[in-house]
């Protein structure tokens, strides 16, 4: 059974853009997907020209890309303005000139993606082929291995199993079938301990002191928690602390909030089964700054000066209770029309608190 599309005359036609004494250099903005494709169009055309190298657009931080990169041995640097002078010809992947500035001044030889068209940014390339349908860039690409018969490397094997894993969130996510064919055909040449020991790089050294105040810190909240991280360096510690706290069972939503800069960064995140992110982050915060999302995620930053003297973890949970009581008022039968006593609007203070 043929595993993929055949594509003999399309790929003749890429593979005639190249003369043998030009230099090629491959664009991304690095993700797994990203990197593994730049990978595997490395591989196809290091032969045709006289040089192929890989650059990448924007600052690499994840552990998990830094440890595909370092395991893999993916050779990308950051493109630099001397970087392209020295290059004739350019390729894109996993993306479309239109989804950077930096790609945006460059004429490409070739643009290989799967990222949705735009009516107002056509793709202009030599070559292109762009395929929504499919979950990752990395499926492509392995459609392009098998038709050129070229046997994928045990680490480049590797880089487009984990392309396909993270863009398609282990099949968790929208997938087409080509997703599927292309990680059974990859799991023959691929190195699983590579693979695992990439799938979980998934925390830095520097991270672990806020995870043990984080622990300390957590408030459970029914069926949610939050956390108060006081000044942190970076938002981004507590986009990764609300991800892993969410890993908890019966845990449904969580917001971990911090102070950077000026502001107090609150982040929000859900299952998408029960509340609606987006809407708790506006209903919220909405009156006093940015704050907004969707269900499973969201963000808030709200200006410490509107805190007044406040605690901010106090003023969180004030907050919260406040939209509790107000939903919790909006649903009651307009039977009941007494007003409650001060004991019963106590108890439902505490409920909604306590309620997920
Ligand atoms: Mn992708």
Known sequence: MAYFRNLDNKLKDMLELFKRDERLLILVN???DALASAMALKRILYRKVQSVAIAHVNEISRPDNLAMIKLLRIPTTKLTPPLAAQYDKFALVDSQPHHHPDFEKLHFSIVLDHHPLSKENPVVADYQEINPDYGSN????????????IRPGMLLATALLYGIKTDTQSFERKFN???????RYLTKFYNPLLLQKIVRS???????????????????????????????????????LADFFLRIHNISWDIVSGIHEDSLVVIFRGDGLRKDMGKMASQMFGDL?????HKQMARA???????????????????????????????????????????????????????G
């Open 138 to 149: 990395s499926s492509l690409l392995t459609e392009y291995l098998y038709n050129l018969k």
């Open 289 to 293: 700054g940015p704050a907004g999302g």
């Open 301 to 355: 930053e709200i200006p410490l000066e509107k805190i007044d003297s406040t605690h901010p973890q106090q003023f969180i949970l004030n907050r919260l209770s406040n939209i509790n009581t107000r939903r919790k008022k909006r649903n009651r039968q307009p039977v009941n029309r007494d007003i409650p006593s001060m004991e019963e609007m106590e108890i439902a203070k505490r409920k909604a608190i306590t309620s």
């Open 30 to 32: 690095a993700d797994p």
């Open 177 to 183: 079938d080509v997703d599927i064919r292309a990680f």
């Open 202 to 240: 998934e925390f830095r050294k520097e991270w672990l002191k806020y995870f043990s105040l984080a622990f300390r810190k957590i408030k459970l909240l029914g069926h949610g928690a939050s956390v108060f991280m006081g000044r942190v360096e970076s938002p981004d510690i507590l986009v990764i």
